[in-house]
């Protein structure tokens, strides 16, 4: 139950940030945020940690920021996998996933303090 609520604010965070950036378009429908919340859910556990050992030279050289561009490149690799999800650049990508990340703690806190 904890994994369908996580997967639903997600889709949230993805509509709430496909309506701010102008970079990221995504369909009307409510199907379409909660599979790229889920594709980018099993990407980031399957693809990411791959990446991660790929580019751990270049990640070590820059202290740690080269994870921003993995990240990115996660995005934009959903935004190939699902038809109605479009991000226009890197940059964009990259603001999607820092933002995204902030919005996710903010809305996992508050199902976090709800339990309580």
Do not use: H, R
């Not at 496909?18 to 980018?40: E, M, Q, R, S, Y």
């Not at 990411?48 to 990640?59: A, G, H």
């Not at 109605?84 to 990259?94: K, R």
């Amino acid at each position: 139950m904890k994994l369908l609520m996580k997967l639903v604010l997600s889709a949230i965070a993805v509509i709430i940030l496909a309506k701010l950036l102008p970079g990221v378009t995504l369909d009307d429908t409510f199907t379409t945020p909660l599979i790229v919340a889920l594709v980018l859910a099993i990407l980031n556990v399957l693809v990411k940690p791959i990446l991660i050992i790929l580019t751990l030279p270049i990640t070590i050289l820059t202290l740690g920021l080269f994870l921003l561009v993995v990240n990115a490149l996660i995005i934009l690799l959903a935004d190939k996998l699902i038809d109605g999800f479009q991000v226009s650049s890197i940059w964009t990508a990259i603001l999607f996933s820092l933002l995204l990340s902030f919005l996710q703690s903010i809305l996992y806190s508050v199902l976090k303090e709800d339990k309580k």
